[in-house]
């Protein structure tokens, strides 16, 4: 049993390079998500998605954006990646939007 | 706006018994939740609150009151592996989770 899946497991990335973290869930869930992890802060929601063929932004999506072609996978893309986009992400499904979120076990991305 | 205030740290004794309080103003409430995070590691689930009352799970539970916008999670019997943050969550009314920042506790033998 996989559950959530994420990679890669750390990056180093030079500004300006693009670049797509990977997610896949195999517990047939509805709905993904995609944090960031600040020190100091919350988590906070980028993008997510309740269903396959749809999505939404969250709190913090300038910068990034999805896909949900199927049920399992949800990448997240940074087109042009900056600095301050130097953080851990997570990753994370639920069964429905209102059900409890299971995370996969995030990639550290580092923007030099 | 929407907040979720944890208390930054806290340190407590192994075997012993510690509060963790969390207060939240948000739009809507559909539910409150609690996550375990070992340093370098993914939030784990720990309990879910809908309606006001303790929840048991074990060693740990946790309280709600809505109408206060107050919860906390006790943890009893405490072991060195419980040294990690602990996040508050609550779901608003678009469904979206508003977290905390988390409690980082630390155990002392």
């Known amino acids: 049993i996989a559950g959530i899946t994420q990679a890669p497991t750390s990056q180093i990335l030079a500004a300006g390079r693009r670049m797509t973290l990977r997610c896949t869930q195999d517990?047939?869930?509805?709905?993904m998500y995609w944090y960031r992890q600040d020190l100091g802060l919350g988590l906070r929601l980028i993008h997510y998605?309740?269903?396959?063929?749809?999505?939404g932004k969250g709190e913090v999506p300038d910068g990034y954006s999805v896909s949900r072609a199927n049920t399992d996978d949800f990448p997240l893309t940074l087109a042009s990646a900056v600095p301050s986009q130097t953080s851990v992400y997570f990753c994370?499904?639920?069964?429905?939007?209102?059900?409890?979120?299971?995370f996969g076990p995030g990639t550290r991305l580092t923007v030099l | 706006g929407q907040n979720i205030d944890q208390p930054t740290e806290m340190t407590a004794t192994e075997g012993a018994i510690v509060q963790i309080n969390c207060t939240y103003q948000t739009s809507g409430f559909n539910g409150l939740f609690w996550y375990q995070q070992h340093a370098g590691e993914a939030p784990t689930f720990l309990s879910y609150?809908?309606l006001d009352g303790l929840e048991e799970k074990g060693r740990f539970s946790s309280f709600l009151s809505r109408s206060k916008g107050y919860s906390y999670l006790l943890l009893k019997e405490l072991q060195m592996k419980d040294s990690a943050s602990y996040l508050c969550?609550?779901?608003?009314?678009?469904?979206?989770?508003?977290w905390g920042a988390g409690t980082k506790l630390i155990i002392k033998p």
């Open positions: 998605s309740n269903t396959a063929g749809t999505t």
């Open positions: 517990m047939r869930h509805n709905a």
């Open positions: 609150n809908v």
């Open positions: 994370a499904s639920s069964s429905t939007s209102s059900d409890t979120q299971y």
């Open positions: 969550a609550v779901m608003d009314s678009n469904y979206q989770l508003i």
